[in-house]
């Protein structure tokens, strides 16, 4: 078992930066492929961006490509996400997600365990 716990979210004006963090708890942090996930008011949960366990590979929705960048910390048992250029439409919940498997995945029903969410709001 798994337990996600995010932090960093908050309120920021467009064209800011934010990190979200999230850190699993166990000693087990390698063996996850990760992924980040949002879901505004009134929408499906979406896809943001994914790392694999060895931070060697990354995918990143279209829609914010360029702008954010997903990174692990083995370290410190940590996966970031960093948000520049941060857009209202950016607005959302922002969830952290980890799989067992080995491939990175952009679907949110192959990832097996989920955190409680972070809000992130971008003011226009």
């Known amino acids: 078992q798994v337990q996600l716990v995010e932090s960093g979210g908050g309120l920021v004006q467009a064209g800011g930066s934010l990190r979200v963090s999230c850190a699993p708890s166990?000693?087990?942090?390698?063996?996850?492929?990760m992924g980040w996930f949002r879901q505004a008011p009134g929408k499906e949960r979406e896809f943001v961006a994914t790392?694999?366990?060895?931070?060697?590979?990354?995918r990143y929705a279209d829609s914010v490509k360029g702008r954010f960048t997903i990174s692990r910390d083995s370290a410190k048992n940590t996966v970031y996400l960093r948000m520049n250029s941060l857009k209202p439409e950016d607005t959302a919940v922002y969830y952290c997600?980890?799989?067992?498997?080995?491939?990175?995945?952009?679907?949110?029903?192959?990832?097996?365990?989920w955190g409680q969410g972070t809000q992130v709001t971008v003011s226009s």
């Open positions: 166990g000693r087990t942090f390698s063996t996850y492929t």
């Open positions: 790392i694999s366990r060895s931070g060697g590979t990354t």
């Open positions: 997600a980890a799989r067992g498997a080995t491939m990175v995945s952009n679907f949110p029903y192959e990832y097996d365990y």
